[in-house]
């Protein structure tokens, strides 16, 4: 028996990956660069330096219309009415019964319409989600094949950028956007990212993808600017303690459970999943999401088992080792009344309890 | 490239026969496919290796992958070097970077390995 693998999706910069020699991985059914000159290298790189990252899988709705804001309410959690032109936010998109959909960034273009960076393998998933919810007087567009993404991240991010936009990217303050151009073309250039330091997310037209890559590298060569893959992307965003969907959050977890919290506005009115928000909170959250330092030798890793005093008692969402901090790091989700940071926990590595201790999160926050 | 007084394994292990006793180690396409290496586990000295059976682990940032013993006998080394410097095995996985010395008890076992030729061939073809 021969089963034929539904063929992986590429982006517009499949050829320059390959040409340049990515090692290549399915990633949720997408062709991607894991690592170029080599993780760690890649990881200090963004710390250190400059690091681009093609980012074109992730997806991208548009809402637009008299009613978008209403729209945009009911289906995600965070108080998108807070929203100035210009400005993004990090969101969900939750079930009735309060699981995740999707973790998104809102950006408000205007009043009548807003952009939603969402996860690549949700894409389709998240756009049935909000077109099967709208009662209202907007329209709902997946417009992921109209986008490439490519995320410039890092301490020298914004002089590389800035050698390719007549915008003025320093008063772009984070989590805040503008419509400008780059490199001769129309481009949304965000102030955001996944990595825990400066650096911006520029969305264009996948035609011009290959051409602008070249650009953002030669602009960024007097910095030492390296192309990034996903597995530097992974480090880096662990150690900032960003969520990754699949991982820290999904269908059967909720954001009072994966510390998100403060993207929840119970207060704003309606939306998917409140309900089921304010009974859990009534209820009392029985597990939570906390961070984790190997004591022992050996690397807890996504999906090991945890036991506190001996007994089955969670499961590492994400864990290896962080390349800035110099020691092995994860996320577990453990029971509420045993979450308290400080407490000794062991982590099953290969059938032998390896000791670990919870500790504050994030484990990397850059300096100002 | 691949040493031909080394035999080698499909998993991507080679041992080097002096004597009665066979040096361990993952061959160079090995390391460059798991990329950087940040861990290694070893079996402990005195410990018994089998033959195809797992000898012990080596993980790199992104993935964990099993080394299997590529001839059976008595651990009767391991390199220290790696629990400090495990990315020695990136930049040395012939040479100072092995990981195990097996005394052999069937020596006949490393002839059924690859040559240093036919593993050449099998990468290349992989």
């Known amino acids: 028996?021969?089963?034929?693998?539904?063929?992986?999706?590429?982006?517009?910069?499949?050829?320059?990956?390959?040409?340049?020699?990515?090692?290549?991985?399915?990633?949720?059914?997408?062709?991607?660069?894991?690592?170029?000159?080599?993780?760690?290298?890649?990881?200090?790189?963004?710390?250190?330096?400059?690091?681009?990252?093609?980012?074109?899988?992730?997806?991208?709705?548009?809402?637009?219309?008299?009613?978008?804001?209403?729209?945009?309410?009911?289906?995600?959690?965070?108080?998108?009415?807070?929203?100035?032109?210009?400005?993004?936010q990090y969101s969900a998109l939750l079930y009735e019964h309060g699981g995740f959909v999707d973790d998104i960034l809102v950006h408000k273009v205007a009043d009548d319409h807003y952009f939603i960076c969402v996860n690549a393998s949700n894409q389709d998933k998240d756009y049935e989600h909000i077109a099967a919810n709208n009662p209202f007087d907007a329209t709902v567009e997946n417009a992921g094949p109209r986008y490439a993404q490519i995320a410039i991240q890092g301490p020298r991010a914004l002089e590389t950028l800035q050698k390719l936009t007549p915008v003025d990217l320093q008063p772009i303050r984070y989590y805040h956007f503008t419509d400008g151009v780059v490199s001769g073309i129309p481009a949304r250039i965000a102030r955001t990212g996944y990595t825990g330091e400066d650096g911006f997310e520029i969305y264009i037209a996948p035609e011009e993808a290959a051409r602008i890559w070249e650009e953002i590298l030669t602009a960024g060569e007097e910095f030492g600017i390296k192309p990034a893959g996903l597995g530097a992307r992974n480090t880096l965003r662990l150690e900032s303690k960003m969520a990754l969907y699949g991982h820290e959050i999904g269908a059967s977890i909720t954001p009072w459970e994966a510390d998100l919290a403060w993207i929840v506005k119970l207060d704003k009115g309606e939306f998917i999943g409140r309900e089921a928000l304010i009974r859990q909170k009534e209820q009392g959250v029985t597990r939570k999401l906390v961070g984790f330092e190997m004591k022992g030798r050996g690397i807890g890793r996504d999906g090991y088992e945890v036991f506190v005093d001996g007994l089955p008692s969670g499961w590492v969402t994400s864990g290896g080792p962080a390349p800035t901090l110099n020691k092995n790091i994860g996320l577990c989700y453990l029971p509420a009344t045993l979450a308290e940071v400080g407490r000794t926990i062991h982590v099953m590595v290969r059938g032998q309890g390896v000791e670990a201790v919870t500790i504050p999160t994030p484990f990397y926050k850059r300096a100002k | 490239m691949y040493p031909e007084n080394f035999r080698y394994t499909k998993e991507h292990e080679w041992v080097n026969v002096e004597g009665d006793t066979g040096t361990v180690g993952i061959t160079s396409h090995a390391q460059e496919e798991l990329g950087d290496i940040v861990y290694v586990d070893l079996p402990k000295v005195g410990s018994t290796a089998e033959k195809g059976k797992t000898l012990g682990s080596v993980e790199s940032v992104k993935a964990v992958s099993d080394i299997y013993a590529p001839v059976s006998g008595e651990v009767v080394a391991v390199n220290e070097l790696l629990a400090t410097a495990p990315e020695k095995l990136n930049e040395d996985p012939h040479g100072l970077a092995w990981l195990v010395k097996i005394k052999l008890s069937a020596p006949a076992e490393a002839q059924e390995l690859l040559s240093a030729a036919d593993y050449q061939a099998y990468v290349g073809a992989e």
Do not use: C
């Open chain 1, 1 to 88: 028996m021969h089963q034929t693998q539904p063929a992986l999706r590429k982006t517009p910069l499949h050829a320059v990956h390959r040409r340049m020699g990515a090692k290549m991985v399915d990633f949720g059914g997408w062709d991607m660069p894991v690592q170029y000159s080599g993780v760690l290298d890649e990881h200090h790189t963004v710390r250190q330096r400059v690091g681009v990252f093609d980012v074109s899988h992730m997806g991208e709705i548009e809402v637009r219309g008299p009613e978008a804001l209403k729209l945009v309410e009911l289906v995600t959690t965070n108080a998108a009415s807070k929203l100035k032109v210009g400005q993004a």
